[in-house]
């Protein structure tokens, strides 16, 4: 490596092991800095790839990043504050020549990419991710995210390995436009020769609700600077580095190599390394999780966290899922697992875990052997599934579809709901980046399949504020995402006969996959006339059909706090048979199958979608999620022999109040209070002493039926027993905690 480059890590990890980074301003990318050798760089906050083995024949470079297709889908090198980025600013000058940082990269694309608007593309921050084009327009304050683009040339796409050395742009497009005629703003000569492939660069603006305005020579259209709501790429608020599928005509996996900015080429050595192995982790059950802790080393740039319902020894093995990654400055060094047990026939086993140590650069040293442990924990809680149904069970429930009711009637008592809520959530593909409140968006769904292969969905969505889309268009069940609806992914296939898959990995598929092991998208919702009054519904199925299912439908109708609906889906009418998709029959009464799935609740609070939050607990989840099977948890399709129906059901449905233990407990600075409500009611939840002293007040307000958790925050207060209680209606409960110091 270049002397700057090594001079550089040194002082800087000595720096951040003092002054974490995480919460902490931005360190300026101010001299040569590698993105990605083995694995991303520690330094780099989130990053949205899946690093891989090198796929190309031969496979000799180790591992590279793996960048899947998706509609319009960035996926990045980045996390920086998005309404603050980082400052990049050294990397580029006024004229083109000014400066002379490159970036360096390898990419491997596939011929399926040719002649598409896939490319390189820089990102800034926005203060405001949400403003519309009208919103501007109107004299609302937005800084959107404005976009530098190098446009992947067709010559890539060949199925191998090419190398790129790409001149930084000048930092205006003006001065880019000129340097591309060979002048600079002035129109005086350029001090250095213009290299072509920097012709690839362009200014694109920026996207917003409104719709995009400038896609530059990657899109064909640019108004530029002439468009009075075009603002200059802000290389001091650089936020990603993204490869950027800016269209919706398919495609397939990008791979890069080697991915750094520097003033020469850089000796690549020091980022190949492997640390020392790592040992002493512990494994703790914590009320309805498992907690892995470690000891850090000052030599570690990273930590990688596994799990596996096998011991683990081989982190390459069937089975074993990647849990988190640690940057060597981050606030905390445990990690929560939170796995729900997808069917009561499973029983309690034990769950394995490792840990192993990362350098700086993100590569890892594989060796367990004395980082490795496991827990059996009798707590893991017991996840919902999809139970079987009787001929007349489904017949009813066919009846009401058929007289456009929207009913419970037919679903079998006193098997558990799947709640979308503050108890069980993430966020899914969102603009808004902050979780919502309950009284916003969420919701419970009750999933059933009959004899006749068909799926049954009744679903329930307390929302402050319905907007479906309109009903008119074509095909508008391709634009309900952007609308209140609900969506299911679906693997029609067993987890535990897809190769490298299992119950706790799930689906090995970072891509929608067609043939014997087909994925599938249903997104669900009604639609409204100029009015806001439901005229329609769709019922739609993505990723194979890409319209209505033929044989289903949805009943949708308004509720006085939200919304409902009622669906069926044909399992037999969603394949696209000219891909091969396979159609299997239900499993039988006394057979399970278990199936990779995702639920999510899409919320539009006005005119486009402001929310969007899943039900999936699994520590891979991200943005992605709906076109990335490995990313959905693992549930049940149960016969309706291999389960009872449970007594004391934690479902609003069933009428159940209840006072959870709290979690962790004992604790010494926060923890978590959750409580089930049967109905809408006032509540109070407060905590005492054991003298009976209150202490604090978490809760006094009115509240919708269905899971609740709120945060109780002990610092201040003495170690020793408390009692907290909740008052809702007439139910009232008690429980004890323990703080500790």
Same mark, same amino acid.
């Given at each position: 490596?270049?002397?700057?480059?090594?001079?550089?890590?040194?002082?800087?990890?000595?720096?951040?092991?003092?002054?974490?980074?995480?919460?902490?301003?931005?360190?300026?990318?101010?001299?040569?800095?590698?993105?990605?050798?083995?694995?991303?760089?520690?330094?780099?906050?989130?990053?949205?790839?899946?690093?891989?083995?090198?796929?190309?024949?031969?496979?000799?470079?180790?591992?590279?990043?793996?960048?899947?297709?998706?509609?319009?889908?960035?996926?990045?090198?980045?996390?920086?504050?998005?309404?603050?980025?980082?400052?990049?600013?050294?990397?580029?000058?006024?004229?083109?020549?000014?400066?002379?940082?490159?970036?360096?990269?390898?990419?491997?694309?596939?011929?399926?990419?040719?002649?598409?608007?896939?490319?390189?593309?820089?990102?800034?921050?926005?203060?405001?991710?949400?403003?519309?084009?009208?919103?501007?327009?109107?004299?609302?304050?937005?800084?959107?995210?404005?976009?530098?683009?190098?446009?992947?040339?067709?010559?890539?796409?060949?199925?191998?390995?090419?190398?790129?050395?790409?001149?930084?742009?000048?930092?205006?497009?003006?001065?880019?436009?000129?340097? $591309?005629?060979?002048?600079?703003?002035?129109?005086?000569?350029?001090?250095?020769?213009?290299?072509?492939?920097?012709?690839?660069?362009?200014?694109?603006?920026?996207?917003?609700?409104?719709?995009?305005?400038?896609?530059?020579?990657?899109?064909?259209?640019?108004?530029?600077?002439?468009?009075?709501?075009?603002?200059?790429?802000?290389?001091? $608020?650089?936020?990603?580095?993204?490869?950027?599928?800016?269209?919706?005509?398919?495609? +397939?996996?990008?791979?890069?190599?080697?991915?750094?900015?520097?003033?020469?080429?850089?000796?690549?050595?020091?980022?190949?390394?492997?640390?020392?192995?790592?040992?002493?982790?512990?494994?703790?059950?914590?009320?309805?999780?498992?907690?892995?802790?470690?000891?850090?080393?000052?030599?570690?740039?990273?930590?990688?966290?596994?799990? &596996?319902?096998?011991?683990?020894?081989?982190?390459?093995?069937?089975?074993?899922?990647?849990?988190?990654?640690?940057?060597?400055?981050?606030? &905390?060094?445990?990690?929560?697992?939170?796995?729900?047990?997808?069917?009561?026939?499973?029983?309690?086993?034990?769950?394995?875990?490792?840990?192993?140590?990362?350098?700086?650069?993100?590569?890892?040293?594989?060796?367990?052997?004395?980082?490795?442990?496991?827990?059996?924990?009798?707590?893991?809680?017991?996840?919902?599934?999809?139970?079987?149904?009787? !001929?007349?069970?489904?017949?009813?429930?066919?009846?009401?579809?058929?007289?456009?009711?929207?009913?419970?009637?037919?679903?079998?008592?006193?098997?558990?709901?799947?709640?979308? !809520?503050?108890?069980?959530?993430?966020?899914?593909?969102?603009?808004?980046?902050?979780?919502? +409140?309950?009284?916003?968006?969420?919701?419970?769904?009750?999933?059933?399949?009959?004899?006749?292969?068909?799926?049954?969905?009744?679903?329930?969505?307390?929302?402050?504020?319905?907007?479906?889309? @309109?009903?008119?268009?074509?095909?508008?069940?391709?634009?309900?995402?952007?609308?209140?609806?609900?969506?299911?992914?679906?693997?029609?296939?067993?987890?535990?006969?897809?190769?490298?898959?299992?119950?706790?990995?799930?689906?090995?598929?970072?891509?929608?996959?067609?043939?014997?092991?087909?994925?599938?998208?249903?997104?669900?919702?009604?639609?409204?006339?100029?009015?806001?009054?439901?005229?329609?519904?769709?019922?739609?199925? @993505?990723?194979?059909?890409?319209?209505?299912?033929?044989?289903?439908?949805?009943?949708?109708?308004?509720?006085?706090?939200?919304?409902?609906?009622?669906?069926?889906?044909?399992?037999?009418?969603?394949?696209?048979?000219?891909?091969? !998709?396979?159609?299997?029959?239900?499993?039988?009464?006394?057979?399970?199958?278990?199936?990779?799935?995702?639920?999510?609740?899409?919320?539009?609070?006005?005119?486009?979608?402001?929310?969007?939050?899943?039900?999936?607990? $699994?520590?891979?989840?991200?943005?992605?999620?709906?076109?990335?099977?490995?990313?959905?948890?693992?549930?049940?399709?149960? @016969?309706?022999?291999?389960?009872?129906?449970?007594?004391?059901?934690?479902?609003?449905?069933?009428?159940?109040?209840?006072?959870?233990?709290?979690?962790?407990?004992?604790?010494?600075?926060?923890?978590?209070?959750?409580?089930?409500?049967?109905?809408?009611?006032?509540?109070?939840?407060?905590?005492?002493?054991?003298?009976?002293?209150?202490?604090?007040?978490?809760?006094?307000?009115?509240?919708?039926?269905?899971?609740?958790?709120?945060?109780?925050?002990?610092?201040?207060?003495?170690?020793?027993?408390?009692?907290?209680?909740?008052?809702?209606?007439?139910?009232?409960?008690?429980?004890?905690?323990?703080?500790?110091?």
């Amino acid at each position: 490596m270049s002397q700057t480059a090594t001079t550089r890590w040194g002082p800087l990890l000595a720096a951040f092991l003092v002054l974490p980074l995480m919460g902490a301003q931005a360190q300026p990318l101010d001299d040569d800095f590698i993105f990605f050798v083995n694995g991303p760089n520690v330094l780099i906050p989130e990053t949205s790839f899946t690093v891989v083995d090198d796929p190309a024949e031969g496979g000799d470079r180790g591992k590279v990043a793996q960048f899947n297709y998706g509609d319009f889908t960035p996926l990045s090198f980045g996390g920086w504050e998005r309404t603050e980025g980082t400052d990049a600013t050294a990397y580029t000058g006024a004229e083109y020549g000014d400066s002379q940082y490159k970036l360096y990269v390898s990419i491997l694309s596939g011929p399926e990419n040719a002649g598409k608007t896939n490319s390189l593309t820089f990102f800034d921050s926005t203060n405001d991710p949400q403003a519309s084009r009208e919103d501007l327009e109107g004299g609302v304050e937005g800084d959107l995210e404005f976009r530098a683009v190098w446009a992947i040339p067709d010559e890539a796409h060949t199925g191998e390995w090419v190398d790129y050395v790409i001149p930084i742009p000048p930092s205006t497009a003006a001065a880019l436009d000129s340097a $591309k005629v060979g002048k600079k703003s002035d129109g005086s000569p350029l001090d250095v020769e213009f290299d072509p492939i920097a012709a690839n660069w362009s200014y694109t603006g920026g996207w917003n609700n409104g719709g995009a305005f400038g896609f530059g020579p990657v899109g064909g259209f640019n108004p530029g600077p002439t468009d009075p709501l075009w603002q200059e790429f802000a290389w001091d $608020k650089m936020h990603s580095l993204a490869v950027f599928y800016d269209h919706n005509t398919g495609g +397939e996996s990008i791979y890069l190599d080697n991915v750094y900015i520097a003033e020469a080429p850089l000796d690549l050595s020091v980022a190949e390394s492997p640390p020392a192995p790592m040992d002493n982790i512990s494994v703790t059950a914590m009320g309805e999780a498992n907690v892995v802790t470690f000891v850090t080393n000052p030599d570690f740039g990273g930590y990688n966290v596994y799990a &596996s319902d096998q011991p683990i020894t081989d982190l390459s093995a069937p089975g074993v899922l990647q849990l988190s990654t640690i940057p060597f400055n981050a606030e &905390s060094f445990e990690v929560e697992h939170r796995f729900e047990i997808p069917h009561p026939s499973l029983g309690q086993t034990p769950l394995y875990y490792a840990v192993t140590s990362t350098s700086q650069f993100g590569v890892e040293n594989p060796d367990v052997s004395n980082s490795a442990s496991s827990v059996a924990n009798s707590n893991l809680k017991q996840q919902p599934y999809v139970i079987q149904l009787t !001929d007349d069970e489904a017949n009813t429930i066919f009846a009401n579809l058929a007289n456009g009711t929207v009913s419970e009637e037919g679903f079998p008592e006193g098997y558990p709901s799947f709640f979308i !809520d503050s108890s069980h959530r993430q966020l899914g593909d969102s603009p808004t980046p902050e979780l919502p +409140e309950d009284s916003d968006i969420s919701g419970r769904l009750r999933m059933a399949y009959s004899n006749f292969n068909e799926l049954y969905i009744y679903a329930e969505f307390v929302d402050d504020q319905v907007t479906f889309r @309109g009903a008119d268009g074509d095909n508008p069940g391709t634009e309900t995402w952007n609308f209140d609806s609900f969506e299911v992914g679906w693997g029609n296939y067993d987890v535990n006969d897809i190769p490298g898959g299992s119950l706790l990995v799930g689906s090995p598929s970072i891509d929608m996959q067609r043939g014997e092991f087909a994925d599938y998208q249903f997104r669900m919702a009604g639609l409204q006339d100029a009015g806001g009054s439901v005229v329609s519904t769709t019922t739609f199925i @993505g990723f194979s059909l890409e319209a209505e299912v033929a044989g289903g439908g949805s009943a949708v109708e308004a509720t006085d706090t939200g919304w409902r609906a009622l669906t069926i889906i044909p399992l037999n009418a969603i394949q696209n048979l000219d891909q091969s !998709d396979v159609v299997l029959d239900p499993p039988g009464a006394d057979d399970i199958r278990y199936i990779p799935m995702e639920i999510s609740i899409n919320d539009a609070d006005g005119e486009t979608r402001q929310h969007q939050i899943t039900w999936g607990l $699994k520590p891979n989840h991200t943005n992605q999620w709906w076109n990335t099977p490995a990313e959905w948890p693992t549930v049940a399709v149960a @016969g309706r022999n291999t389960a009872s129906p449970v007594s004391n059901e934690d479902d609003a449905v069933a009428g159940q109040f209840e006072l959870a233990a709290n979690y962790p407990n004992p604790f010494a600075q926060t923890t978590e209070i959750q409580y089930t409500l049967p109905a809408a009611t006032d509540v109070t939840v407060e905590v005492f002493d054991v003298l009976g002293r209150r202490v604090a007040v978490l809760v006094d307000a009115s509240q919708p039926a269905g899971q609740h958790e709120v945060e109780f925050d002990a610092r201040g207060l003495a170690s020793g027993l408390y009692l907290y209680r909740i008052q809702a209606g007439e139910n009232t409960a008690v429980r004890q905690m323990m703080v500790v110091r």
